[in-house]
Every structure is written in structure tokens, then in C-alpha cells.
């Protein structure tokens, strides 16, 4: 009996109970290692459904797992073409490379939860929500996703009247809430940690969810743009609403002076400002910054040591789309 319980306890700590192997390809797919939780979550789903884990929260709570969790679906062995680019897949229109997509939701807002790293060989720093049709903000919802769903579902439940979805509904929350406390992971919206990372953010940036950039004891690493948020997003305006090209080329002049401070602050190693300006850029969603953006944030991301964001954005910008996001889709 001894025997069998350590087998089962050290098996336990290993990803919960996923082979090694799925979990390996899993994280190979995207070059990003998953927190343990991520794992959790789909042994969770599994009980709920044995069948089809990946669903197990659409019909009551309308959440669906997707991204790294269609690789332990197997979804990716069916799929027709064989160079599936994950760094797109369930990238939203406004997911900065720092956003990867585990659960969407209500399709006609793009509602979608996801990862959020700083740094791409780290661990995430929490989960963050987006509804790509309202625009580029990105929510804090937790530090692991069984607090994000939490919250999910605490909404929900005070908008389902009917007696029968809500009951339904009450018994996911239990599970879900007892599970979580099993596995000693924090239900709080915010906790110690994220509020530890606020600490580091040198500016929120136009999604709301702070960009961090190593900063020494002598103030180097970011410098601030010489424009508010405000000021910049009126700039962003007069650029895509200019009624002639002459009249755009005019419109950009700030964004050209801009650069060029950028190009001041990258040679001080002021890294942070360019990643602000390209992100802010990115986040204002127009065509119109693509090539700027292009321009600023491959580089910020190779300076701060972050080369696969730098594939990522630069794929992006490629292929940016509003619809048709997975990439499995047979």
C-alpha cells in the first residue's frame, strides 16, 4: 500500500498526471514553459468531463480550452497542415507577444483569457483577460487560472436567473473552489505577487497591463516618452483620421521626433522607451503604425534579451487578423 501511495505522490507533483512526453511537446510548440497549474486546470476538466476535457466549460460556464491546451487535446496530430505557427494560434488582434491565449469565451466580444509573462523564459506573472472587439486592455484576473475562471464564474453566476443553469453552474464553482484549495492555489483576484510585480512596472502602457523593464540603481533602462498617454493616443487620431496622405505625413512629424529620441535612449540603454512607444503603437491597432511598430518593437524585445517576443511580434505584424485565429482548425 506505501508502496503504491508514493507512486501515485511523486507522480502527482510531476504535472498532474500528464505524460511527460504531451507536456514536453506542449511547451516545445511554444517555446514557453507552462506553470503547473495550466496542468491542474486540464486534470480538472478531464473529471468533468472525460471525454472531451477541452469543452468540459462551454455548454454551463462558456469557456473553451484552447492554445497549448489543443496539444494535450491531441488536436494538433489532426491537423491538415503540418507548419501549424503557434505563435499565432489564438493570438487575438490586440495580444501583445507577452498574452498567450488558454480559454475563450463569448466570440462575439472575443472575450479570451491568457498567460501573461514579461519575459519569455520565465514563468507567467499572472492571467489576463481581453475582449478583442472592445479594444486593446488587458485585465489582471489572477495568478493561476483556476482564480481566473473563479472570477469568471462569480460574474456569471450573478447573471444567470434561471434556476436550473444556476445550480449547474454553483456545482462547477464548488468543485472548482475546492480543487483550487487542495492544491494550495490562491483564489484572490490580486495577490503578494502580483502586487510585487506592479511594483516593477515602469509604465501601464495603453493596455492597462504595465510593461517591465530591468532598471538599474542609476535609472537606467527606461526613460519616459515625452508624451502623455492622452496626448499620444490625440496624435495616433490625427494620423489615421488625416483626410489625405500629405495630410498624414504632416500628422506623423511627432512620431518621427519621437523616434528619434527612441534611438537617443536604446543608444543609453534606455531600452524601455522604444518597447513603450511600439507597444502603445501595437495597441492602437492601425495599420497605419505597422511598419513603425515593426521598427521598434523586434528591436526593444532584442535589447531586453526577449528574441522570441521579437519573432512573435514580427509574425504578428505579418498576419494580423480579427478572425480565423486558430490555427488547427482542419
Not at 491537423?79 to 491565449?101: C, G, I, M
Not at 492601425?286 to 511598419?291: I, M, N, P
Amino acid at each position: 500500500m506505501s508502496e503504491k501511495n508514493g507512486a501515485v505522490k511523486k507522480r502527482r507533483s510531476n504535472q498532474a498526471d500528464i505524460p511527460d512526453s504531451l507536456c514536453q511537446e506542449a511547451e516545445t510548440c511554444y517555446q514557453l514553459r507552462l506553470p503547473e497549474d495550466f496542468y491542474q486546470f486540464w486534470k480538472f476538466c478531464e473529471e468533468l468531463d472525460p471525454e472531451k476535457p477541452s469543452d468540459a466549460l462551454v455548454s454551463s460556464v462558456g469557456l473553451k480550452l484552447v492554445g497549448p491546451y489543443d496539444i494535450l487535446a491531441g488536436k494538433h496530430k489532426k491537423a491538415k497542415s503540418a507548419d501549424v505557427n503557434f505563435n499565432l494560434h489564438w493570438r487575438f488582434f490586440y495580444d501583445p507577444p507577452e498574452f498567450q491565449t488558454i480559454l475563450v469565451g463569448d466570440s462575439r466580444t472575443q472575450y479570451h483569457m491568457g498567460y501573461f509573462r514579461d519575459v519569455p523564459d520565465e514563468m507567467p506573472v499572472w492571467v489576463g483577460a481581453n475582449e478583442a472587439k472592445k479594444g486593446c486592455v488587458i485585465s489582471q484576473v489572477g495568478d493561476n487560472v483556476f482564480a481566473a475562471v473563479k472570477l469568471f464564474l462569480s460574474k456569471k453566476l450573478k447573471e444567470v436567473a434561471d434556476k436550473k443553469k444556476n445550480a449547474v453552474l454553483r456545482d462547477i464553482d464548488e468543485k472548482l473552489t475546492r480543487t483550487a484549495k487542495e492544491l494550495g492555489y490562491s483564489l484572490e483576484q490580486k495577490t503578494l505577487k502580483m502586487k510585487q510585480r506592479d511594483k516593477k512596472v515602469v509604465t501601464k502602457a495603453f493596455h492597462g497591463a504595465g510593461l517591465v523593464v530591468p532598471v538599474d540603481k542609476n535609472d537606467v533602462g527606461y526613460r519616459e516618452l515625452p508624451e502623455t498617454n492622452a496626448n499620444l493616443k490625440k496624435i495616433c487620431k490625427a494620423i489615421v483620421d488625416a483626410p489625405t496622405d500629405e495630410e498624414r505625413v504632416k500628422a506623423f512629424a511627432p512620431i518621427q521626433e519621437m523616434l528619434t529620441f527612441v534611438q537617443f535612449a536604446n543608444d543609453e540603454c534606455d531600452y524601455g522607451m522604444g518597447y513603450e512607444l511600439g507597444m502603445d503603437l501595437f495597441c492602437y491597432g492601425s495599420h497605419y503604425f505597422h511598419k513603425t511598430v515593426g521598427q521598434l518593437l523586434p528591436l526593444a524585445y532584442t535589447l531586453l534579451k526577449r528574441s522570441l517576443f521579437a519573432e512573435i511580434i514580427e509574425q504578428h505584424l505579418g498576419s494580423r487578423r480579427e478572425e480565423d485565429l486558430d490555427q488547427l482548425e482542419p
